[in-house]
Nanobody
Framework: QVQLVESGGGLVQAGGSLRLSCAASGRTFSMATMGWFRQAPGKEREFVAAIRSRVNTDYADSGKGRFTLSRDNAKNTVYLQMDSLKPDDTAVYYC???????????????????WGRGTQVTVAS
């Protein structure tokens, strides 16, 4: 089992920044990919970013150039730095983990077997 706990969400003005954290515990060594997804009211959960190693990351087009993933293996924590935030970024952000390493598959929330409870990000205009 893997447990994921997100933190770092909050209310920020457009153009501001937030850093989300995802602390993992349990059998984390078996997880190949850590992902971030978000879900806005009335919308489907969508891919934000995924990380497999320091240099193996993927970003949705909506976050390219603004979002940056990093991980601290010693702390079993993944970070999502979000800069130049826009009101469209408002959503609940979820951390997820999967044993799947495939780039294509890891864009799909169905590929992830472990999820955190989410953290709310609200960007005011």
């Amino acid at each position: 089992q893997v447990q994921l706990v997100e933190s770092g969400g909050g209310l920020v003005q457009a153009g501001g920044s937030l850093r989300l954290s995802c602390a993992a515990s349990g059998r984390t060594f078996s997880m190949a990919t850590m992902g971030w997804f978000r879900q806005a009211p009335g919308k489907e959960r969508e891919f934000v970013a995924a990380i497999r190693s320091r240099v193996n990351t993927d970003y949705a087009d909506s976050g390219k150039g603004r979002f940056t993933l990093s991980r601290d293996n010693a702390k079993n924590t993944v970070y999502l730095q979000m800069d130049s935030l826009k009101p469209d970024d408002t959503a609940v952000y979820y951390c997820a983990a999967t044993r799947i390493f495939s780039t294509a598959q890891s864009l799909n929330p169905l590929a992830y077997g472990y999820w955190g409870r989410g953290t709310q990000v609200t960007v005011a205009s």
